[in-house]
């Protein structure tokens, strides 16, 4: 018995093995070092060193030079006449009330069917009489069937509710005054750490005066709630899995 269909199977099997090695990544190798000890949590860093911060752009009106009244210590456009002690430049806390409430449930059905026939033939030729008996002259040209249907249906039922509070840091003032913040929170119980990301632009007057403000309020939002540890990891599938979600065509 001849070994190359054994060393064809080592060959495939050993590409496999490199195929899912280079998807899990360096992962991987983090999660082996780190079977019977509890999650590491993230260092307390600058969110503007991280290596994808980019800084934020919006459309910014024109600059106002400021102006005051006569005889008066008010300058307009101030918010208070006292020191304003809520969230107003770089570096500046505020607390962020996520009021997450998402319900939809979406049900859709398709159904299409086609059905295609071609027949062509010739029921009679040109010096049909001249042609010798045992010579058989088709019938039928063309004969095609086909059909063809699908039935497809999808449903969606989903219900999300999240209530929670995270402080955040003001990263960057915007020319016309808004705050570009981003907080980030982690929880560990056990061996899992829950994680809740919230970052986005607010306007200063949309801060109350307890220094908090409601996640509805912030624009371009970006609000990840979730977890990494021994139950996140179990309710994912292997990557040999995802690896053939990807690939297989059917």
């Known amino acids: 018995m001849s070994s190359t269909p054994r060393l064809t199977r080592i060959v495939s099997t050993a590409g496999l093995i490199a195929l899912a090695a280079a998807a899990s990544g360096c992962s991987s190798l983090d999660r082996l070092r780190g079977i019977g000890e509890q999650p590491p949590l993230s260092a307390i860093d600058n969110p503007i060193a991280q290596p994808g911060y980019k800084p934020v752009q919006m459309p910014m009106p024109m600059a106002q030079p400021a102006s005051y009244n006569p005889n008066s210590l008010w300058r307009n456009g101030s918010r208070a006449f006292f020191k304003d ?45 001249k042609v010798p008996a045992d010579v058989g002259l088709p019938g039928r040209i063309l004969t095609a069937d086909s059909t063809a249907s699908s039935d497809g249906k999808g449903s969606v039922n989903r219900q999300e509710a999240l209530q929670t509070t995270v402080a955040a840091v003001v990263t960057q003032v915007l020319p016309n005054g808004n705050l570009v913040v981003e907080g980030k929170q982690e929880v560990r119980v056990n061996f899992e750490v ?11 007057e949309d801060i109350q005066s307890d220094n908090t403000i409601d996640s509805t309020k912030i624009a371009q939002a970006r609000i990840a709630y979730g977890g990494r540890g021994q139950i996140t990891d179990v309710q994912q599938p292997r990557y040999g899995q995802q690896v053939l979600d990807v690939l297989l065509p059917f």
């Open 194 to 204: 829950r994680e809740l990301i919230v970052a986005g632009i607010v306007r200063p």
């Open 85 to 129: 002690q809520r969230a107003h430049q770089i570096g500046d806390i505020l607390t962020v009330t996520v009021n997450f409430t998402d319900k939809a449930a979406i049900a859709n059905q398709t159904q299409r069917s086609r059905t295609n026939k071609e027949d062509s033939g010739v029921t009679d030729f040109l010096f049909k009489s």
